[in-house]
């Protein structure tokens, strides 16, 4: 995945986020809660993926660009190992010694994707619990037809503003989710790289290697 994808991706969650809250700002201060709290956990989840790309970019770099091996070939095991980035370093490590288990993936997005889109609903539910209460005032406050009319106008209108929040959850939903499946790819793309590594540079510190 490229910086561009990235950005862009980021940048339309956040613009779907921004142009709701923009319409809730002086109208429905509820909602604009709702919406911010959306913005909130979608920068979360944008910073732990952040975070895993670079994570992945050291471990790709220094997989293009591994040394010569020295006299001391634990000690060369040790300095390339240290070109990693930390989250991935014990990983590696073991990886290369044998244990074929995953690298790290990310702990936080998964949830966070789920739960953008359980904010947005709820910002909805919300919103229609205030317009049901609104017409029910509305419907008993006046017998006659224009006077309901009027009174059922702002209920409803609030009605659509409320479902804005969905709008927001399941945007930036999509694209923390899209940008989390890219993210994803790139690692299990460093991970085989990393594994034709441990068959050739790094096949001496396997374990299976070491039992022949």
């Not at 940048?11 to 319409?23: D, E, R």
């Not at 989840?45 to 040394?67: C, D, H, K, M």
């Not at 040790?78 to 930390?86: A, G, H, I, K, N």
């Amino acid at each position: 995945m490229t910086r561009l994808f990235f950005a862009i991706a980021f940048t339309l969650g956040a613009a779907a986020i921004l142009w709701m809250g923009k319409g809730f700002a002086g109208s429905d201060t509820l909602a604009l809660l709702v919406t911010s709290i959306i913005g909130g956990v979608y920068l979360l989840g944008i910073v732990e993926l952040f975070q895993y790309r670079r994570a992945t970019g050291s471990l790709t770099g220094a997989l293009q660009n591994i040394p010569e091996r020295g006299a001391d070939p634990a000690g060369w095991l040790e300095t390339w190992l240290q070109r990693l980035d930390p989250a991935l370093e014990n990983a590696c490590r073991l990886r290369i010694e044998g244990d074929r288990g995953g690298l790290p993936a990310p702990v936080f997005t998964p949830y966070l994707v789920g739960l953008l889109v359980m904010l947005g609903l709820l910002g909805t539910f919300i919103g229609m619990v205030e317009t049901l209460g609104g017409a029910v005032l509305a419907l008993e406050g006046s017998t006659e037809l224009e006077s309901i009319r009027a009174g059922l106008a702002a209920p409803i209108k609030g009605l659509g503003v409320a479902f804005g929040t969905s709008v927001a959850g399941v945007a930036a939903s999509a694209m923390l989710g899209l940008i989390s499946t890219a993210c994803r790819r790139e690692r299990m793309l460093a991970t085989r790289q990393l594994d034709r590594a441990i068959a050739g540079p790094f096949r001496e510190f396997s374990a299976s290697f070491q039992r022949q």
